[in-house]
Structure formats: structure tokens, C-alpha cells
């Protein structure tokens, strides 16, 4: 079974910083790993996702994710904060091992941009 | 395209009624699903629809229904709702089930239950 860690309910950063949110991950087999934003009163939008290859995937919005086997990570980072950022943020995980897998979510964090 | 909708966006119920939330999407994938969210809970699936005919019970299928009605729409039916059930209801679709198909959401129900 597979699971997904969120380090944060709640990550406040001040408009132009750095933006890092943290996702760990378990998987019993080679992930596929997504994430997701949602703004209020929204559904989720992907923002980016990992197959397989380069490690560093490029989404919208700026953001970028690293994926890291040896630390079964998949942190989302942006340099440069705006406030139009601020949502809730999902990492999530799919096995790929055949036939239907579930995505498992994580519980998300909630990203506040201080003005 | 529209995307995902659903239907209704939003709804209150007293407990032991019941409704159908309704979902449609027009990108001509093959699988569906529905999630509830609840704060500090993330997402869990109720139920999925692999593909046209089939359906499946997710992790929460306790009192709850669904039809995939055509390729389209997938609906989900609460036959007594109990206020356990109060919560945000996620309609979702991607071109497979398997993969690394990402889903498309659609806006959500709000669905309280007095």
C-alpha cells in the first residue's frame, strides 16, 4: 500500500520568497507522483507531474518539484511567491504496477502569501 | 470544452433523505470516479468507473450508490443520508484508470446534512 506524508497543514511565506511545500511518499513500487492545487471553493487542478525520467518536472504557474528516490520525496518549490499562489496544495501518489491503481492524496497544506 | 461539471453545486438535506449528485464529461474519458474531501482528510474515493459498464467501490462506499449512466455521466446517489455524510463531493475523470493518467475535478457539491 502506498502512502503520502504532507510536512504542514498551514505554510505562510511573505510575497516574493521562496515557496517550498513537502511531500514524502511510500511506495511498494516505482511511483507516479502528482500535484495538485485547489482554490477556494474550486476543484483540484494538476499542477505537475513525475513519470518516469528527468527527476526535476516543470509545471504551471512556475512551480517545479524534484522527485528524489533515496529520500522518497517530491517537494514542490517556486522562487518567487505572488499572491495569487495562495490555495491549498495536494501531493498524491499512483503506483505503477498495472491494471488499476488508486491515487492516494495527501491531507494537503495550506499555502498563505503574507503581502 | 466545459471540462467536469456537477451538479448541484450546492445542497442540504435532512437525515434520511435522498439524492443524486450528477457528474458529466465531455473530454471522452474513459474513467470516472467520486472523492469526498473533509478538512484534515485529504481526499478518499467512494467509488470508480474504469470504464463505460463497470464500477467499482473505492475506500468510503458505505452508503452510497452510483450508475455510470453512459461513457459521459456518473452519478452517485445517497439513499439516506446521515449527517456523517456531510461534506464536499469531488466528480473526477481521466482517460484511464491505470498509468499515470492525471484527473480533471469538477467543482464540487457542498452537501450538509442536518
Known amino acids: 500500500a502506498q502512502s503520502v506524508t504532507q510536512l504542514g497543514s498551514h505554510v505562510s511565506v511573505s510575497e516574493g520568497a521562496l515557496v517550498l511545500l513537502r511531500c514524502n511518499y511510500s511506495?511498494?513500487?516505482?511511483?507516479?507522483l502528482f500535484w495538485y492545487v485547489q482554490y477556494p471553493n474550486q476543484g483540484l487542478q494538476l499542477l505537475l507531474k513525475?513519470?518516469?525520467?528527468?527527476?526535476l518536472v516543470k509545471g504551471i504557474n512556475g512551480f517545479e518539484a524534484e522527485f528524489k528516490k533515496s529520500e522518497t520525496s517530491f517537494h514542490l518549490t517556486k522562487p518567487s511567491a505572488h499572491m495569487s499562489d495562495a490555495a491549498e496544495y495536494f501531493c498524491?501518489?499512483?503506483?505503477?504496477?498495472?491494471?488499476?491503481?488508486?491515487?492516494?492524496f495527501g491531507t494537503g497544506t495550506k499555502l498563505q502569501v503574507i503581502p | 470544452n466545459a471540462g467536469v461539471t456537477q451538479t448541484p453545486k450546492f445542497q442540504v438535506l435532512k437525515t434520511g433523505q435522498s439524492m443524486t449528485l450528477q457528474c458529466a464529461q465531455d473530454?471522452?474519458?474513459?474513467?470516472m470516479y467520486w472523492y469526498r474531501q473533509d478538512p484534515g482528510m485529504g481526499l478518499r474515493l467512494i467509488y470508480y468507473?474504469?470504464?463505460?459498464?463497470?464500477?467499482d467501490k473505492g475506500e468510503v462506499p458505505n452508503g452510497y450508490n452510483v450508475s455510470r449512466l453512459n461513457k459521459r455521466e456518473f452519478s452517485l446517489r445517497l439513499e439516506s443520508a446521515a449527517p456523517s455524510q456531510t461534506s464536499v463531493y469531488f466528480c473526477?475523470?481521466?482517460?484511464?484508470?491505470?498509468?499515470?493518467?492525471?484527473?480533471?475535478f469538477g467543482p464540487g457539491t457542498r452537501l450538509t446534512v442536518t
Open positions: 511506495s511498494s513500487v516505482p511511483p507516479y
Open positions: 473526477a475523470s481521466s482517460e484511464r484508470s491505470n498509468g499515470a493518467g492525471e484527473q480533471y
Open positions: 498524491a501518489v499512483r503506483p505503477d504496477s498495472g491494471g488499476y491503481q488508486k491515487v492516494t
Open positions: 468507473s474504469a470504464s463505460e459498464g463497470t464500477t
Open positions: 473530454m471522452n474519458h474513459n474513467s
Open positions: 513525475y513519470t518516469t525520467g528527468a527527476t
